[in-house]
């Protein structure tokens, strides 16, 4: 079993910055894949970023390339996702996500098993 919690979410302006963290508990969280996603109200929910088990290799959406950095920290069984340049695009309810999927399925929420809460980004105009 793994618990994902995730917090600092909260209110920022355009051009600001957020860092998101993701507690995990679980002695298999060095053995998962770790993504976040994201959803907007009334839209469904989307690939964000991904990190492998080893931090070896991140992937990210394209809207946010360049803005987002996710990094995990397997001691401390806990996944960042530093957000800078932020948007009002990047409104969202972001979620952690863990799973076994294989690298390449790293996009597809199908293949992550457990999630956090949830934690809410709005960034103002």
């Known amino acids: 079993q793994v618990q994902l919690v995730e917090s600092g979410g909260g209110l920022v302006q355009a051009g600001g910055s957020l860092r998101l963290s993701c507690a995990a508990s679980?002695?298999?969280?060095?053995?998962?894949?770790m993504g976040w996603f994201r959803q907007a109200p009334g839209k469904e929910r989307e690939f964000v970023a991904a990190?492998?088990?080893?931090?070896?290799?991140?992937y990210y959406a394209d809207s946010v390339k360049g803005r987002f950095t996710i990094s995990r920290d397997n001691a401390k069984n806990t996944v960042y996702l530093q957000m800078d340049s932020l948007e009002p695009g990047d409104t969202a309810v972001y979620y952690c996500?863990?799973?076994?999927?294989?690298?390449?399925?790293?996009?597809?929420?199908?293949?992550?098993?457990?999630w956090g809460q949830g934690t809410q980004v709005t960034v103002s105009s």
């Open positions: 990190i492998s088990r080893t931090a070896g290799s991140t």
């Open positions: 679980g002695r298999t969280f060095s053995n998962a894949v």
């Open positions: 996500a863990a799973g076994t999927t294989p690298w390449g399925n790293r996009a597809d929420m199908r293949g992550y098993h457990y």
